[in-house]
Structure formats: C-alpha cells, structure tokens
C-alpha cells in the first residue's frame, strides 16, 4: 500500500475542504430560491469512494453528518452499476432522516477509470407536493408531505433522464425553481469532481488514498484523546416539547450521557414518541445532531471526517421521537434536535465546567409566505429566526444568532424579500429584556416584524414556550417566543403555530424570539456590565434592579447606595 508522508496527507486536507466549499459556492450561485442562494440552507460534501466523509463547506451543519447515509444507500441500492456523470437524488425521511424538502443530490467521482470518490449536494427544495404550499404544519402521516424518493438516478452518464424530471415537474407548484434548484446542486458535484480531478492528476489515487487514511486515523486518536480526558461519570437531563403540531400535549425529551475511559455512551431512553405530529425525525439525522453537538463541546479545532465520532456510541429506542419508522410524519424533524442538543451540553458543561453553556433559544422558529394564485404569481418565501445563545462560562451568550441545528441558515434580507414578495419588513431589532440573567447573561433574542402589501397566506411554527432556554451554575432562564398576529380590523392573535392562514393586505405579524439562559449568579454580575446592557437598551433599568440589584440612574450611571453590594 502507497504511503503518504504528512506534508501530502495536510494538502489533501486542506484541499478537499477547498474543494467541498467551491461546490458550495456554485450551489450558492447558480441556485433559482432565495432559501438556497440567500438562506443557505444547504450543505455539500466530498467523499471517498465508501462515503466516508472528507470535505465539508459551510451550510447547515445538521446535514452534514447525515450525507455520508445518503451514499451509502445509494451504493448498496446500485451496486456496480454507477457511472462516470450519473446523478442520484433522494429525500426519503426515514433513509436520510430530514424532510422531503430537503434533496441529497449524489455523483460518483472517477479518476482514470476507477471509483475514487462521491460529490454530494443537499438543498431545500421550497415546494414537493405536499398538502399545503410550502411546509405543512398539520401533516400527521408521510403521504400528506410530498413526493418521497429513494435512491433515484436522475442523470445517466452526463444525459438527464427524461421521465424522471417531467415527474419532478408534475409534483410541484413551483416547476421553474425546482429544476433549476436542482441544476445547481448538479453543478456543485461537478464543480467537486473537476476540482478533485485537479489533484488526483498531481499525486494519483493510490498517494491520495493513503493521505485520507492518516486523515481518518488523526480524527480517530484526537477523538479518543479528548473523551480520555474527561472525567467518568453519567448525567441525565430532560425538557417537553410544546406539542407535536396537532395536539396540545408537551412531548419529553430525555437524555442519558455516559463518559467511560475513551467511550460517549448516549442514551435517549424516555423520549416520547412516535407522536401523532410531524415532529419526528429519522434515526440517521438524530446521530447527525448529536455529532454536531459532540462537536460543539469536544475537538471542535478539527474538522469532521471519515474518522470522526468512533467514540461515539448512541442508544436510540425502537420506538422514539428520534427513530421514526413508517408513516410517521417528520416535516418539522428539527423541532426536537435543538431540545436535544441544549440537553447534550448541558450534560457535558457538568464534566468540563470550563465550556459550560447554558441552553439557547433553540428552535427554528419558522416564518412563512405565500401566494398560490397564478394570476398574481406564485411564490414561497420561507425564512428561519434567529434568537438568543446561552451564557458560557467566561462571556456572555451571543444574541440573533440562527440556532445550533442551522449553522450558517440565515434569514432572509429586508431587501431581497421586499423586493421578491410583497412584503415589508418593517422591523429588525434586539429583544429587550430576552435575555437570561447571569453573571455571564444569555444573548437576546430579536423582533422581525413583517406587513402584508398583498392578501397572501402564511404559516408559523415557534417553539420552547414550555422549556425555554434554561440557566447554568445559578443563572436563570431567557424568555420564551411569542407572536402578534394584528388583522387590518384590529383582531389580535398570538398562535405560535399556525397552518397556511390568510393574511389580508395590511396583515401584521410580529415575531419575538427567546433570550439564551444565563450562566452564573446574577448577583455577581458587575456593576459596569449591567450599566453597558442598560445604556444599549439590552436591559431595561426595571430589569437591572429586579436581577442584579444595580439601580440605574437616569444619566446611565449605577447608583451605588442604592444598588446590592458584591
């Protein structure tokens, strides 16, 4: 077997990260939905011929531990019979663990003849057929969320596949965007497979095999390393859901995490589930979250490849929440992974006090518009929210930042959406008083609010009212989500979910996000901090005196008689 000395395995690195994020960056570009070319919400990757990881971009990190599935099945549903210039699709939920929105395009890579690798790009298509435009919030069953593929040759060495892009066009509302969303993901893996081409010329495959072996193997003994080095023990913890979607009933979520010598055993034993809703998720986009969340606390200086997570080992139920089965509905399959990651951390801020994190706001918190008429167009306009982090154990949370689930999810521009749809946006702010106090407070969450310039319809789905983002070490919880639904005959509604309603022009939808949860004894926050939160309008001079006991003066300064002395 080739060898390759570690100069060449570091360039292998590093190139293939370049590569994977010159996919990216074609996907970004040649994309027709600002969901993908604005949002992001995306991720592609670049693989070895076994689907082991080796490049990833920036995107929605949640995807990203989940695509290697995706190969995998593609190769055990084809075997031998994968071709230079063939693509795949799929977006079966139960295979892949999402959505049906989001499809996983797949390329094999070849070199000379021979199978050296697989470009993969992952994107949300805004419409698949299901029983409401866009994302469905009542679906109770996978038949009632849109066109289901597995494993799906769309390309056949470079020549699209007739048949199977007229069915594409026959099962969506959106025809123009859908094929040419999916043109840009083709050309991502191609981008891929011409940039790898580059340095399989240079080094040949056998000198590159062997540098993404020491790769996996560098990924494995600092992974073993770092789990080596906590302390054993166990720690569990629990949160509840809202609902599922259909009823009013919280669902739990509950965790186990054991550290013992070089494993992390993590058991979901307790999680409610299957649910009636479309809160479930596949098993392989659970595993993903928790690497994600893994990732967040331990290593998170090296990337994630092939070798990562051995250490890793999850227990999941047979039937759960997370290890959704036929015909669960799974359309909002993320609406847990967030509860789930805050509990992951807040187990492991046990045995490594110094990256403790408190809890974030934690979900999606989804927006949606729309119009179906084809007379005046028709058109989806789907957006995540941004909210508060949690407190850490040497700064404050970070404040409208996009959940950990998302990445680099964003949402979408005042000017782009203003000048896609009619819609204003007519506010855009930091969340007084959102914040979880602390001696290192959480980060606040934020207030979008948006005006109907057109009868168009819209949908909601915002989370963690029952269990919002909790505190650390005495810090105390942020605020939950809340939503102001203004009619133009002065009808008020706060629905934190709601399924595609109409909204008559001069609608008003007010969005607020929660706060993260603090990290630390308020009362030991300093006086000058408090001062800062107030002059910028973070914390309000009632809230500064109710939890840290600092009273505010009207000139912004801290009146020390009448404050608590540290």
């Known amino acids: 077997m080739s060898r390759a000395d570690p100069i060449t395995t570091e360039v292998v690195r590093n190139f293939v990260i370049s590569c994977a994020e010159d996919m990216n960056a074609s996907l970004w570009r040649s994309a027709h939905s600002a969901i993908i070319y604005e949002g992001k919400d995306s991720a592609v990757a670049l693989m070895d011929e076994h689907g082991n990881m080796l490049g990833q971009s920036t995107g929605v990190p949640l995807f990203i531990g989940a695509i290697d599935v995706c190969v995998r099945h593609v190769k055990d549903y084809y075997g031998d019979d994968i071709h230079q210039g063939d693509i795949f699709i799929m977006n079966d939920s139960y295979m892949q663990g999402t959505h049906l929105h989001d499809v996983t395009a797949i390329g094999p890579i070849f070199h000379d003849g021979e199978l050296v690798g697989f470009g993969a790009a992952r994107a949300h298509w805004n419409d698949i057929g299901a029983m409401d435009p866009g994302s469905t919030m009542s ?45 840009a993901q083709v050309a991502a893996i191609r981008t891929g497979e011409t940039r790898l081409g580059q340095l399989l010329s240079k080094i040949g495959s056998a000198t590159y095999r ?26 569990s913890r629990e949160g509840y ?264 022009e001069g609608t008003i939808v007010e969005c607020k996000t929660g706060g993260g949860g603090g990290n630390g004894d308020p009362m030991q926050r300093a006086f000058a901090d408090v001062a800062r939160d107030v002059r910028r309008g973070l914390v309000s001079p009632e809230a500064a005196k109710t939890y840290y006991g600092v009273v505010i003066q009207p000139d912004g300064t801290v009146d020390q008689s009448a404050s608590v002395i540290r």
Not at 291 to 298: G, Q, V
Not at 330 to 346: H, N, P, Q, R, V
């Open 139 to 183: 679906s109770q069953n996978i038949y009632q969320e849109g066109l289901r593929l597995g494993p799906t040759r769309i390309m056949s060495q470079g020549k699209p596949i007739r048949e199977w892009y007229d069915h594409l066009k026959l099962n969506t509302r959106l025809e123009g965007a859908t094929i040419g969303d999916l043109g």
């Open 210 to 235: 062997a540098s993404c072996q020491n790769i996996f193997e560098q990924a494995r003994r600092m992974d073993k390393a770092a789990i080596a080095a906590l302390p054993n023990g166990t720690w």
């Open 241 to 504: 859901l809202d609902n599922d979607g259909v009823g009013d009933q919280p669902v739990k979520v509950a965790l186990t995490l054991t550290v013992k010598d070089e494993d992390l055993i993590i058991d979901l034993t307790g999680t409610s589930g299957p649910v009636a809703g479309s809160i479930n998720c596949g098993a392989s986009q659970t595993e993903s979250l928790l690497r994600l969340a893994y990732k967040t606390m331990i290593s998170p200086e090296g990337a994630i490849t092939g070798g990562a997570f051995e250490t890793m080992h999850v227990v999941m139920p047979e039937e759960c929440l997370f290890n959704a089965g036929e015909p669960s509905a799974c359309e909002w399959y993320f609406t847990g992974l967030g509860l789930l990651a805050d509990l992951f951390i807040s187990c492991l801020s046990e045995a490594m006090p110094e990256r403790s994190t408190a809890a974030h706001y934690g979900d999606s918190m989804v927006v949606g518009f729309f119009s179906v008429d084809p007379k005046r167009g028709q058109w989806i306009s789907i957006e995540p929210t941004a909210g508060g982090w949690g407190g850490r154990a040497d700064s404050d949370g970070e404040s409208a930042l996009i959940n950990l689930v998302n990445g680099g999810f964003r949402n979408i521009p005042a000017e782009v959406m203003e000048t896609k749809f009619p819609v204003r946006l007519e506010e855009f702010s930091m969340r007084p008083d959102s914040a979880g106090p602390g001696k290192n407070r959480g980060g606040l969450g934020v207030v979008r609010r948006y005006k109907m310039l057109e009868d168009n319809f819209g949908a909601i789905w915002f989370e963690r009212s029952n269990t919002p983002a909790w505190g650390l070490n005495g810090g105390q919880e942020g605020q939950g989500p809340e939503i102001n639904l203004t009619f133009p005959d002065g009808t008020v509604d706060h629905p934190l979910k709601m399924r595609a309603s109409a909204l008559p």
